[in-house]
């Protein structure tokens, strides 16, 4: 079994971790990205405090790292999702449901009590797969 670290150009790791793993299991692949925050300035805060910017900043750079990896949001089979706050639901979900509208993954949302990156307020992980071609 192959497994492959994926790390889109120009991504900014803190730690011993990889965005990414693609696991060859013969006839497709399956990919495991590490939780997302929205993305940090200088400081290590986040960019903007607005809790529907940050779900679309996040969901932008899963997208990336999933192109990275040959595959898409369309290829999401599962997602989880932590938030600070768990009254953004109504905020999270319907932009939740516009990423996901094709995949429909199983999904998991919970309240979290905080995240590294100071002003987060919401992480999401996923899991694809994809066939090989």
């Known amino acids: 079994m192959k497994i492959e670290n994926i790390k889109p150009k120009g991504y900014v790791m803190k730690g011993?971790?990889?965005?990414?793993?693609?696991?060859?299991?013969?006839?497709?692949?399956?990919i495991f990205v590490s939780g997302v925050q929205a993305p940090a300035?200088?400081?290590n805060e986040v960019v903007t405090d607005d809790i529907g910017e940050q779900t679309k900043l996040v969901f932008e750079e899963i997208g990336g790292i999933?192109?990275?990896a040959g595959a898409s949001?369309?290829?999401?089979?599962?997602?989880?999702?932590?938030?600070?706050?768990?009254n953004d639901f109504e905020i999270v979900s319907p932009i939740r449901a516009e990423y996901f509208?094709?995949?429909m993954p199983v999904s998991t949302m919970v309240?979290?009590?905080?995240?590294?990156?100071k002003g987060s307020k919401i992480?999401?992980?996923?899991t694809a797969l994809i066939p090989k071609e």
């Open 16 to 30: 011993v971790y990889t965005p990414a793993k693609k696991i060859d299991l013969g006839d497709s692949y399956l």
């Open 41 to 43: 300035g200088e400081i």
């Open 111 to 117: 309240e979290v009590g905080g995240f590294v990156r």
């Open 101 to 103: 509208k094709n995949s």
């Open 66 to 68: 999933l192109k990275e």
């Open 73 to 86: 949001l369309d290829d999401v089979v599962k997602a989880v999702i932590y938030l600070k706050d768990i």
């Open 123 to 126: 992480e999401i992980e996923v």
